[in-house]
């Protein structure tokens, strides 16, 4: 099932760099690991923006939910969600 | 060079049902053959709406200005379009 | 899987009254058929609106899309729609 | 008489970890309380946010006032409240 | 119990102007008898605007309802309610 | 002369609680003097919100803004005033 | 007492030319006489815009109100009020 | 050449009172300085807010931007300008 | 004296196309002649949108207004105006 | 290609002054140098804000989000970004 997902970080400057950039790494990896299980199926920056437009792959809600809460930057993002299915006028099928 | 282009349609009541079906065919013709020459590389219904989510895969921003305005329900959309690029954490290469 | 639906709807002053009577009348029935099923799980009128709130319980996104663009009164609707899940507070399981 | 209250939490970070976890332990009591007594009659996560969407059954606005400020995390809440009635083509009756 | 509802009306030019007047008549009629039976509790006009803010004293959200939906020109508005309860520093009970 | 102000209430964490709990304390006396004296006519809580719909009867534009500036709690307030004037369905003259 | 009055006029197309001439004609006798009588005070012309900013002296709102709503254009404005009042930097007086 | 400048202050709670204090005692002199001199032409308080609306008469954009950014309290204000130009219905000329 | 103006056109369907064709190629005509004078400085089609940012640069407010609503298409258009002057770190004048 | 790019600036009052005044003075040096490379096309203040209107000519949107985001002042800046193409009345050419 699949869902569009916006991501907005927003990293305090108050927050320690060191923790930062530990949080960054630990996400990347994170990020990485969920789109080699197809999860995580598409990862884009927008231009100009510390933010990202992504789809996600998953069984459903509830799956979704758990995945994006466990994401080491989520306590400094605000997330959107938008769920997507078929268009009639697709050549490829929704996985 | 890859956009997310954002597409609600809204096809007026007072349109004729027959106008309005020939332009929907068209539609569907001219977004299917842009599907397989791979720049309208996705293309996602959105839950509840008569509106999709896709990615563009383009020279620019003449190319994709030219695709929009030459598909036949153009008139009838709002349209928004977000350029992206390649995120650091993501694994498969921007296009 | 469980999803809010947030349904507005605006039957414009120039639909036949006949017609219009006809669709609210399919639409009433759809909508009973569909709670007996038990996928409108819920279903309340927002006050001084003619509007609702309604909680639809479906196997996921597709059947959600297919459900309400069916409905009779859907091309007369502005719909949101918000995916939900358990909530760890709660003592109800989600179905 | 039902309401439906919408609850997004946001802790500061500034607060410190032991009080926030004190706080969300009280918050899941009275919660999980008041769901038993059929005050809280529905409560479900929102994916991918810190928020809630949730059914009230109370005697009207005072209750509900009495109940959303007595919560330990209200101080940290942005709430909405919506009323609802019985809709017409419900085939449950609101209590 | 107390709820402000405020209304904005746009009767639409293309409205017959004797269908007008005589709505405006039976709104005027019926607010007054709802006034005259403490329902509706005050009625005010918002400078510049086609627009009033009301506040009705009414059992509970389903009698508000079913008032604010027989008003004759309830077409024609964009209505919003807002529930209100005792203020701790009002010296006048709620009724 | 009639006007609608609506205060939504926002007391920063860092204030300390003796200053909070003193300015709320004259705030309260404050408002309950302008209510005994007539021009802070009425004062209802906003469900579930620390904010109140109140309805003003000053002099004039100048007596208003010299009120709402002298309340305790004022720098930590939102305002929105809005115009008031007779209704002409109204069967209560305005003062 | 003075308040800002915001204008914006949308005539519609499908009104008959030969009325909107007459509309704007009396609107601007109108105008001009509220002008020469001081209510009036200030008329400008946002740039770029089919619209106002006014300032007008008046009474207070009742008479405010009855200005507006008798303009002949009136029922084709989106108008907004801004109460005003003196401003302790001011070196002229608010009449 | 004239605009509307509307500005609302919000000078943080942090901000030393001797600082905040200075700071208005210059914005004060240097206000009415460009009123004395005619390039403030008009200056008002907007009920309820610390807020202004303001009537700039300057030589242009570029003396206009030189003014506000010279203010001694710009940097806690948010600023929106409009420029304004005669009405064809305004008995007063645009200086 | 430049300004930054934004034109989104939205031509009614039942505009006569005839009609619509000669206010397009009036449009066109007006556009280049005063692109030729300098006065249109920059124009740029809005990728995906029936809409262009344009640079003008004229004498000042009263100019840009004159411009504005002589232009063809100008009742068609929703217009927004941005004044623009010299920022301190670009290395070109402006004129 | 052409990307109109929109940057308010807000540089927090808790940042120490010389590391501003040296963020500053790096950002003039780059922005200086990007000009001079003809890919900062144009730079311009809009009046009364901290914030500029510009015109990016780079190869695509890689390139725009690498210069963005390597900008001395990114970190304190919100951002937005159009994309801009030949507009079919302009004299120029987009180069």
């Known amino acids: 099932m699949l869902f569009m997902v916006q ?7 108050s927050l320690d760099k060191n923790i930062a950039d530990a949080l960054k790494k630990e996400e990347k990896e994170m990020s990485q690991k969920l789109q080699r299980e197809g999860k995580w199926r598409d990862l884009w920056r927008v231009v100009g923006q510390y933010a990202n437009v992504s789809i996600f792959n998953v069984s459903g809600n509830e799956e979704l939910h758990q995945l994006l809460i466990s994401l080491p930057l989520y306590p400094y ?9 078929q268009h009639p006028s697709a050549i490829a099928q929704v996985e």
């Open 7 to 13: 991501m907005q970080v927003n990293i305090p400057a």
């Open 77 to 85: 993002m605000t997330v959107s969600v938008t769920p997507l299915t």
